[in-house]
Each structure stands twice: as structure tokens, then as C-alpha cells.
């Protein structure tokens, strides 16, 4: 039974899951926005060399995030479908656990920390 947990236990770290990538997505944006105005305010080569490295950064951050939730919610699907095609007792029913998408997770979370703290640098060295 290792490898198993509860639905419920299942169900809640999808949905707080996707808040958080949903929240990661709306720091991206944040970034993306005063990165324009950085860019706006400074035409410095060694500001708008290093500002491409940040763009190309948050493209591929959203392209894991639509990876991630597609993932998750498709994940949930299974759970959902398992389910009703036996609803009893679900509070008290386990299945199949998913490690690689917990850890998925937890590399995102630390990449996306790494570029945060990047990026939050950047913006000190620049203004």
C-alpha cells in the first residue's frame, strides 16, 4: 500500500497545486511588466542583453506551468473517473499515488525560486 493514497489526500494537493502554478503564472506576468518598464526607462546593451535571458526564461516557466496543469488535470481525471465507477466510501478508498508528479512539482517549485531570485537581482543591479 506504499504505493497509494487516499483520493481525498490526492484531490487536495491537485487543487493546491494548480492555485499555486496559478499564482506562479501571475508572477510571471508581474515580471514581465516591469521588465518592460525597465526596458522602457533603460536601453543600456548590458541591460537589454541580460533582459532577453529573462523573456526566454519566462516562455519556457509558462510552457511548464500548461505542461504541469494539463498534467495535474488530467491526473485528477483518473481519480475522478476511478471514483464513480465505484462510489462507495470514497472518503475511505485509496489509489495509485503519483510521485513523478510530486516531484515535478517540487522541481518547478525550486527553478522557479532560483529565477525569481534571479530576476529580483537584476532588477536591483538595473535600477
Given at each position: 500500500m506504499n504505493d497509494t493514497k487516499y483520493i481525498h489526500e490526492l484531490h487536495a494537493e491537485h487543487k493546491t497545486w494548480l492555485e499555486e502554478l496559478n499564482f506562479a503564472s501571475d508572477?510571471?506576468?508581474s515580471f514581465e511588466?516591469?521588465?518592460a518598464e525597465l526596458l522602457r526607462a533603460n536601453?543600456?546593451?548590458e541591460i537589454t542583453s541580460k533582459a532577453e535571458h529573462f523573456q526566454n526564461q519566462f516562455i519556457r516557466h509558462n510552457e511548464v506551468i500548461d505542461e504541469l496543469s494539463h498534467d495535474i488535470r488530467e491526473d485528477e481525471?483518473?481519480?475522478s473517473e476511478e471514483a464513480k465507477a465505484n462510489n462507495?466510501?470514497?472518503d475511505h478508498r485509496r489509489t495509485q499515488d503519483h510521485p513523478g508528479l510530486r516531484d515535478r512539482m517540487e522541481t518547478f517549485r525550486g527553478i522557479f525560486?532560483?529565477?525569481k531570485q534571479e530576476f529580483t537581482a537584476y532588477l536591483s543591479e538595473a535600477l
Open positions: 508572477e510571471i506576468r511588466n516591469r521588465l536601453s543600456k546593451v481525471q483518473r481519480i462507495v466510501a470514497t525560486n532560483e529565477l
